[in-house]
T-cell receptor, first 113, second 114 residues
Framework: EAQVTQNPRYLITVTGKKLTVTCSQNMNHEYMSWYRQDPGLGLRQIYYSMNVEVTDKGDVPEGYKVSRKEKRNFPLILESPSPNQTSLYFC????????????FGSGTRLTVV | AQKITQTQPGMFVQEKEAVTLDCTYDTSDPSYGLFWHKQPSSGEMIFLIYQGSYDQQNATEGRYSLNFQKARKSANLVISASQLGDSAMYFCAMRVYNFNKFYFGSGTKLNVKP
């Protein structure tokens, strides 16, 4: 089944404790990106990647890191999480073609206390 | 600056009627794509429909159509024959191809009444 797999679905952590949210897709998609969703703000793009070893900042990259060492994986790293990073996070992927839609992961609800 | 605006925080529609969800966008870039996504209460994000900035015809996907008015910079989603399962949040988004960035609106919550 074609899908984007995010883990974990739920995570509660403490301020300053490094964490990684994994994202993996099995569709050979070039384009992958991370978003955070906050009430009233819609989704905001954190980072995106056009292909292996090619990543770039979205609108809200502060406090996050990403890597794209393999085409299928695009982990999101929070080196020192803070409470303002409490949010719902989505990973998405797509072929880098104009007419192709995006496949989203199931989301990761992160709480930083 | 790139921006997506959805001015309807919430809407109601009677089952089997059509409904239009508004979306306006702002970009000076000539090459962009417009997307609509659905987010049911379960939380997943579902891609619905795409419209390219150079497309001459409005996009359609089943009961979804996109009313694209380029001069007005609007990309409204029309859902025909609403069903109870259409109750969800709907997000309009834009991808500007020169920057490869995605911009989302704040969403519209649609409630379909039986």
């Amino acid at each position: 089944e074609a899908q984007v797999t995010q883990n974990p679905r739920y995570l509660i952590t403490v301020t300053g404790k490094k964490l990684t949210v994994t994202c993996s897709q099995n569709m050979n998609h070039e384009y992958m990106s991370w978003y955070r969703q906050d009430p009233g703000l819609g989704l905001r793009q954190i980072y995106y990647s056009m292909n292996v070893e090619v990543t770039d900042k979205g609108d809200v990259p502060e406090g996050y890191k990403v890597s794209r060492k393999e085409k299928r994986n695009f982990p999101l790293i929070l080196e020192s999480p803070s409470p303002n990073q409490t949010s719902l996070y989505f990973c998405a992927s797509s072929l880098d073609r104009e007419r192709y839609g995006y496949t989203f992961g199931s989301g990761t609800r992160l709480t930083v206390v | 600056a790139q921006k997506i605006t959805q001015t309807q925080p919430g809407m109601f529609v009677q089952e089997k009627e059509a409904v239009t969800l508004d979306c306006t966008y702002d970009t000076s870039d000539p090459s962009y794509g417009l997307f609509w996504h659905k987010q049911p209460s379960s939380g997943e994000m579902i891609f619905l429909i795409y419209q390219g900035s150079y497309d001459q015809q409005n996009a359609t996907e089943g009961r979804y159509s996109l009313n694209f008015q380029k001069a007005r910079k609007s990309a409204n989603l029309v859902i025909s024959a609403s069903q109870l399962g259409d109750s969800a949040m709907y997000f309009c988004a834009m991808r500007v191809y020169n920057f490869n960035k995605f911009y989302f609106g704040s969403g519209t919550k649609l409630n379909v009444k039986p």
